[in-house]
Every structure is written in structure tokens, then in C-alpha cells.
């Protein structure tokens, strides 16, 4: 079965620091990989998504993170983090391409400190 | 372009009642799928509908039904409502049944049970 873990359920950096949030993942099948991204008050928002074609994948807003099967970790990166990027982050996955049945993480508050 | 439409936005129930959530996905898309996030929790997987068929459930109880229509739109059931059934419902959709990930969620409807 699926499952996927975030470490950490408040992160805070400072302003123009390095935003690191970490997803580890557990499937008998290769995963596909997701990170949403949820303001207050709204939807959830993709930021990116792993489909196995490139193992480091480029979202919105400066974001990116790295599939590391070794590792079994999808862990969310931004080199200089910006008062914006304050709200809850989520890690997801799903077994099979396409499949709407996604398992997410518990999430990551990000807390931004001027 | 509209997005992914849910009403009501909020509402209160006792324990015991019936509710009725609402979803109208983004105009072209034919699959709308519900999730259930509890406060302080990843979303979990309700239902997928495609076609107005049930594609998919997650683990939740027979008291949970939905239905899709013609024109693609959803409803959620909820049958005797606990007190844990308060929680934030979101709806998302997406052009097909099965798809590159991107699920398209609407800003949910909140649910509280006294």
C-alpha cells in the first residue's frame, strides 16, 4: 500500500533563506509524485509533479524538488524563500500515471520570518 | 475561466442530519473527484466520478454517497452525520478520468457537526 510522510508538520525560515520540506514515500510500485501547495482559505494549488521522466522537476514560484529512489524522498526545495511562501505544503503520490486516487502527507506549515 | 465551484462554503449540522455538498468543476473537465480533510490533516480520498459513473472510493463508510450529472456537476451525501464528520470537503476535477495528476480543486466547503 501507499503512504506518504512528511517530516516536520511546522517548518519556519527566515526571509530569503532556504525553504527544505521533506516527503519520503512508500509504494511497491514506482510512484508518480506530486507537491500541492494550500493558502489560506483555498484550494489546493499543484506546485509540481514527478512522472519518472526527469528526477529533478521544476514547479511554480521558484520551487523544485528531487526524486530519489535510493532514498525513497521527494523532498521540496527553494534556494531564497519570500514572505508569499508562507501556507501549507503537501506531499502526494499515486501507483499508477493519471489515477485520481491520490494518498497525500499529513502537510508542512511554512511559516516565513521577516 | 471559472474554476472548480463547491457550495455551500460553510455550514453547521447536528449530529444525526443529512448534508448535501455541491461541485461544479472547470467547463470541459469530466471527472470530479471528493476528498475529505480533516483539520491538521492531508486530504483523503472520498470518491471519483467520470461519466457519471463511480470510478473510484476510498475507505469510508456506506453513510458517504455522490452522484455526477449531465453536465459533469457533483454532489456529495453525507447520512447521519458524526461528530467526525467535521471537516473540510473538497472537490477537484479534471478533463478525464485518468490524467497527468493535476487534480484542480475548488476552495472547498467546511463542515461543522455540533
Known amino acids: 500500500a501507499q503512504s506518504v510522510t512528511q517530516l516536520g508538520s511546522h517548518v519556519s525560515v527566515s526571509e530569503g533563506a532556504l525553504v527544505l520540506l521533506r516527503c519520503n514515500y512508500s509504494?511497491?510500485?514506482?510512484?508518480?509524485l506530486f507537491w500541492y501547495v494550500q493558502y489560506p482559505n483555498q484550494g489546493l494549488q499543484l506546485l509540481l509533479k514527478?512522472?519518472?521522466?526527469?528526477?529533478l522537476v521544476k514547479g511554480i514560484n521558484g520551487f523544485e524538488a528531487e526524486f530519489k529512489k535510493s532514498e525513497t524522498s521527494f523532498h521540496l526545495t527553494k534556494p531564497s524563500a519570500h514572505m508569499s511562501d508562507a501556507a501549507e505544503y503537501f506531499c502526494?503520490?499515486?501507483?499508477?500515471?493519471?489515477?485520481?486516487?491520490?494518498?497525500f502527507g499529513q502537510g508542512t506549515r511554512l511559516t516565513i520570518n521577516p | 475561466d471559472a474554476g472548480v465551484t463547491q457550495s455551500p462554503t460553510h455550514l453547521i449540522k447536528t449530529r444525526g442530519q443529512q448534508v448535501t455538498l455541491r461541485c461544479s468543476p472547470i467547463?470541459?473537465?469530466?471527472?470530479v473527484s471528493w476528498y475529505q480533510q480533516v483539520l491538521g490533516q492531508g486530504p483523503q480520498f472520498i470518491f471519483q466520478y467520470y461519466e457519471k459513473e463511480e470510478r473510484g472510493r476510498g475507505n469510508f463508510p456506506d453513510r458517504f454517497s455522490a452522484r455526477q450529472f449531465p453536465n459533469y456537476s457533483s454532489e456529495l451525501n453525507v447520512n447521519a452525520l458524526l461528530l467526525g464528520d467535521s471537516a473540510l470537503y473538497l472537490c477537484?476535477?479534471?478533463?478525464?478520468?485518468?490524467?497527468?495528476?493535476?487534480?484542480?480543486f475548488g476552495e472547498g466547503s467546511r463542515l461543522t457537526v455540533l
Open positions: 502526494a503520490s499515486t501507483a499508477i500515471q493519471g489515477a485520481q486516487k491520490l494518498v
Open positions: 477537484a476535477s479534471s478533463p478525464g478520468q485518468m490524467n497527468t495528476g493535476e487534480l484542480f
Open positions: 509504494s511497491s510500485v514506482p510512484p508518480y
Open positions: 467547463s470541459g473537465h469530466k471527472s
Open positions: 514527478y512522472t519518472s521522466a526527469a528526477t
